[in-house]
């Protein structure tokens, strides 16, 4: 701002209430004072615009212009609207150039209103009026108003009395004003309180009422000053004690010295001195800590501050401020180290292979760390991958669970002003590792929750910005600790739950789940030889799992995107095998299918459900995507005497119950074509229902499996075996692409489906997505409309006549 304001001074006497106020002044706005009618003040003037205007007019022939106030000081280039409508018409007395500004001498004659701004360029100009003055009273008033004036008076001497940054001798200035406007305008103008308080009162054109706000003001002002010389006579009193008390600790360490005892508090000081120089910190880290240290050798150990400022000094010498582990940028071993502790995964080992070779060509600062986010669902490795991450780079590897934390400090750390504060888990993981650039895996990122503590996804947007993360700030340190060299690993279930900012700062990689012969070779190289480790026994005396054994346990006891079950089931007959041993079995255990039935019971699933359940018209298997992988969906249909109702069960949500009645309108609209006669739904009640009932359902994928399914019904056909579909529908029969195709490929082949029917425009999800093995192993259908699915998955009339002829 180009205003200053000095020193304040007072000289009534001087100055004349009857001078003439021109209509229109030119405006100089001034900022953290109010000036005052009768008053003279100095100020000083030093942007360009507002010399002009102070040169303009000295040389005009009444050398008056309007002061108003700034509402926001720290404004630039203020204009009409930047300022307080109600101020002063001022007059300039002296004014002295200098080089770089000006410093002028101006007085205050009346209370003014800016009406209208008639010039912007080179300095404000307005239209103003006078605001007069109301002091003719009765009296009765009269009385009330002397009144009022001596309180003034007197509780402004105390004021002044007991405050130590006004003068003493504005005491007898109090006393030598008579005119109550004057007095009242005198000591607002040197009152300390805020800007907006005198304001009010400057716009206040009644005496009386001036005075009386004036007078409050006043006694509040009396009452905080003797409340404040109490609490200073206290401290004092304190002051005194805390100088006795270290007067004798100076007195005791000099004995300690005299009998040779040494000072203990002057080593440990030194050492953690020592120990901060050696951690090689950022410069504004070392300052900071030997700020602190400073604090520390002057505290009692008894002192509840020493364990504070002593927690801190520890938590920034812990942290690996230079300590670095190199990278392992030998590609062809890389990509061994990752093939040996995961089999599959193809499309993330290819992103680390890529990483690590733009590393090699690169140097370290110049590259940004990529931030990855697993996505899958559970038991298909995501973890697991980080550690074979880490130590295929040969980077420390640091593990941290946000599944449920609802608290931002978790994420940035408490402030040091709380008991018991900590830093967040980032700096506390960083300094677990000891190294400066480990791989950092944020575990369940999809589960983090926000409540009344804060949203820690907002905390993690910083964390996982390589544009931020460098100058990361945690809570509990207050200094900038560099993230940008840390290789951040995220994982989820689904995506749909992460906040979309921090969603768009990762890269996704999508871990679908793994087809039979993948499991099969994980249970062969991984899950078998760990359990048979755990429970202490050996693959070539006790022991031995057939292909044929995994294999049953596989279709007939699990049905998972993952290994977790099939880890639990070899699991469990590694325990059974190990009590047989124990109670003095000799002979080597083959676990083929038949032992598998032996040791785990009847098989829990059967590829023989789909033939069972769709052995009668009304029946179609559809595909659903669950955060757990794929999964087959039964939809029933049933027809009952009643009249124009479509029921849908099933807990099914409104897109899916939208779908069942898209289904419904298309069937009646096209009866004929399907051979099914148009009437029946004058006196018929159509029922849908989605097993299993407990598990709430939604999507509109399931489209064509319930129109399938009421075709079915209505005309007598059933659908085929083994036969399953995926798609949205529109009313015009058009079959539109769905998502989570692989998952759903997988779970139809764990489910022993031969034939899948699925929309056309997926085609190049499929091709991409699933394993040709997978895409050889079944017939995969691509349609376009409801005529093709129906063609493909009912049996034609020809099939059904035979089928009730050989009835």
Request: include cysteine.
């Amino acid at each position: 701002m180009d205003i200053q304001v000095g020193a304040e001074k007072s000289d009534p006497a001087a100055l004349d209430r009857n001078v003439a106020i021109p209509e229109e002044l030119s405006l100089l706005p001034i900022k953290d004072t109010v000036l005052f009618p009768m008053v003279v003040m100095p100020l000083i003037v030093s942007r360009e615009s507002s010399m002009k205007l102070v040169d303009d007019a000295v040389v005009s022939d009444s050398r008056i212009i309007a002061l108003t106030t700034l509402k926001d000081p720290d404004i630039e280039a203020p204009g009409i609207d930047d300022v307080y409508p109600i101020g002063v018409a001022a007059a300039i007395h002296t004014m002295l150039r200098l080089p770089e500004h000006q410093r002028l001498i101006i007085q205050g004659l009346k209370r003014i209103r800016v009406t209208e701004c008639i010039q912007t360029e080179p300095y404000l100009r307005v239209k103003v009026e006078e605001i007069p003055e109301i002091d003719d009273w009765t009296e009765d008033e009269m009385v009330e108003i002397e009144a009022l004036r001596r309180n003034v008076a007197e509780h402004f001497q105390k004021v002044v009395s007991l405050s130590s940054g006004l003068p003493d001798e504005l005491q007898s200035i109090a006393t030598s004003i008579m005119k109550p406007g004057v007095l009242a305008d005198t000591v607002a103008l040197h009152l300390p309180i805020s800007i907006q308080e005198k304001q009010t009162l400057l716009e206040m054109s009644s005496v009386k009422e001036r005075l009386r706000a004036l007078l409050a003001i006043l006694m509040r002002e009396v009452e905080v000053l003797e409340l404040g010389s109490k609490i200073q006579s206290q401290v004092h009193s304190e002051m005194g004690k805390s100088q006795r008390d270290y007067y004798l600790r100076e007195q005791m360490k000099a004995i300690q010295r005299e009998l040779g005892e040494g000072d203990e508090r002057t080593a440990e000081v030194e050492e953690l001195r020592k120990k901060i120089i050696d951690a090689k910190m950022t410069d504004e880290a070392e300052k900071e800590a030997l700020r602190e240290l400073d604090r520390l050798r002057h505290m009692s150990p008894a002192a509840p501050e020493y364990t504070v400022a002593r927690t801190f000094i520890d938590s920034l010498i812990g942290l690996p401020w230079n300590t670095f582990t190199e990278d392992n940028l030998d590609i062809p071993q890389v990509h061994k180290i990752l093939n040996e502790d995961h089999y599959g995964l193809d499309k993330v080992k290819e992103r680390i292979l890529e990483y690590l070779s733009v590393r090699k060509f690169r140097e370290e600062g110049e590259m940004r760390h990529p931030i990855l986010c697993f996505v899958g669902p559970p038991g298909v490795g995501k973890t697991s991958l980080g550690k074979s991450i880490a130590r295929a780079l040969g980077r420390k590897f640091v593990r941290m669970s946000l599944g449920g934390v609802r608290d931002e400090a978790e994420i940035r750390g408490h402030r040091r002003t709380y008991i018991g504060a900590l830093p967040g888990q980032i700096i506390q993981g960083i300094k677990r590792s000891e190294s400066h650039n480990p791989v950092f895996m944020m575990d369940e990122i999809d589960k983090v929750g926000a409540d009344f503590r804060g949203d820690p996804s907002s905390a993690l947007l910083e964390v996982l910005d390589p544009e931020q993360n460098s100058t990361f700030r945690d809570h509990y340190l207050e200094v900038t600790f560099d993230l940008s060299k840390v290789l951040f690993i995220t994982t989820a279930n689904v995506l749909d739950t992460i906040l979309p900012p921090l969603r768009d700062r990762m890269e996704v990689l999508e871990i679908a789940g793994y087809t039979e012969e993948e499991k099969l070779e994980i249970a062969k190289r991984h899950l078998v030889p760990k359990q048979l480790e755990e429970h202490g026994l050996k693959k070539s005396r006790h022991i031995n799992f057939l292909d044929t054994g995994l294999k049953e346990i596989i279709r007939g006891y699990t049905r998972e995107a993952g290994v977790r079950n099939l880890e639990r089931q070899v699991a469990t007959i590694c325990r059974k095998v190990t009590r047989e041993w124990a109670e003095g079995r000799s002979k080597i255990v083959r676990v083929s299918a038949k032992q598998v039935h032996e040791y785990l019971g009847v098989p829990r699933y059967s590829h023989e459900e789909l033939t069972d359940r769709t052995d009668e018209p009304g029946i179609a298997v559809g595909l659903a995507w669950t955060p757990t992988g794929g999964s087959v969906l039964f939809v029933e249909a049933t027809k009952m005497p009643g009249g124009k109702h479509l029921f849908t069960t099933g807990q099914l949500g409104d897109v899916m119950k939208e779908s069942a009645h898209a289904a419904m309108s298309y069937v009646r609209s096209h009866g004929p074509e399907l051979g099914i006669d148009p009437a029946f739904y004058k006196d018929s009640d159509i029922h849908l229902h989605v097993p299993a009932g407990a598990i709430p359902k939604d999507g509109p994928s399931a489209g064509v499996t319930m129109l399938t399914a009421i075709a079915s019904l209505l005309s007598g056909r059933k659908v085929k075996p083994r036969t399953a579909m995926t798609g949205e529908i529109t009313l015009k029969g058009k079959v539109l692409p769905v998502g989570g195709l692989k998952e759903k490929i997988l779970a139809a082949r764990r489910a022993g489906v031969e034939t899948v029917i699925v929309p056309k425009d997926n085609r190049k999800d499929i091709i991409e997505d699933v394993p040709e093995d997978i895409r050889e192993s079944m017939r995969i259908e691509y349609v376009e409309n409801i005529d093709q699915v129906l063609s493909l998955a009912l049996e034609s009339p020809k099939q059904k006549a035979k089928k009730k002829q050989s009835r």
